[in-house]
């Protein structure tokens, strides 16, 4: 349940990194396919805030350039790098609209349900080797009573974690 929680946060903190001040950790979530690896941006490039509404990506080799520019057009970002003379590409970030940020916290929402599904399969999980271990006598009725309800407490609390991720995301993403 700690992976998923994890998962999640780094899920929500892309997004939400997406409305705030431009930073580096905005093109965090683009993968460069080169030479049939796949690799974080940040390790093939560098990533430099320009002014307050552009980027610029500094390959680190030259040859990585064009995955590197494939690898923005891919990405569900809609960013448009354009090529400048000294290798670099320059990406120009539109202004985020309420309209974006609703997609945004609408897209945070499908990341927080999924981490509660998460959660649901893991108790399911442990819940049926608990019966497993009872049906085999490896544990009593009463040991089994009480994985029963650590394991409910132990769900219900990563799902307060769940809900106030999402809480804030949205507070930050819709300006609440």
């Given amino acids: 349940m700690d992976l998923?929680?994890?998962r999640l946060r780094q899920n929500v903190n892309l997004i939400?990194?997406?409305v705030g001040r431009l930073t580096p950790a905005y093109l965090d979530a683009i993968k460069v396919i080169h030479d049939q690896e796949r690799l974080a941006i940040s390790s093939v490039a560098q990533v430099i805030v320009a002014d307050a509404s552009t980027l610029s990506v500094v390959p680190y080799d030259p040859s990585y350039t064009k995955s590197i520019e494939q690898a923005i057009y891919d990405s569900s970002l809609n960013l448009v790098p354009k090529l400048q003379a000294d290798g670099s590409?320059?990406?120009s970030i539109p202004r985020v609209t309420i309209d974006t940020r609703k997609v945004l916290a609408k897209e945070s929402g499908e990341f927080c349900e999924q981490a509660r599904a998460g959660i649901r399969n893991i108790r399911q999980a442990a819940q049926k080797a608990s019966r497993a271990d009872l049906d085999a006598n490896l544990i009593t009725k009463d040991d089994f009573k009480d994985n029963q309800?650590?394991?409910d407490s132990v769900s219900k609390t990563y799902g307060?974690?769940?809900d106030g991720i999402e809480t804030k995301s949205k507070a930050v993403l819709l300006d609440k």
């Fill in 16 to 18: 939400v990194n997406r």
């Fill in 149 to 151: 309800k650590s394991l």
């Fill in 160 to 162: 307060k974690l769940v």
């Fill in 4 to 6: 998923t929680v994890a």
């Fill in 89 to 91: 590409l320059s990406i």
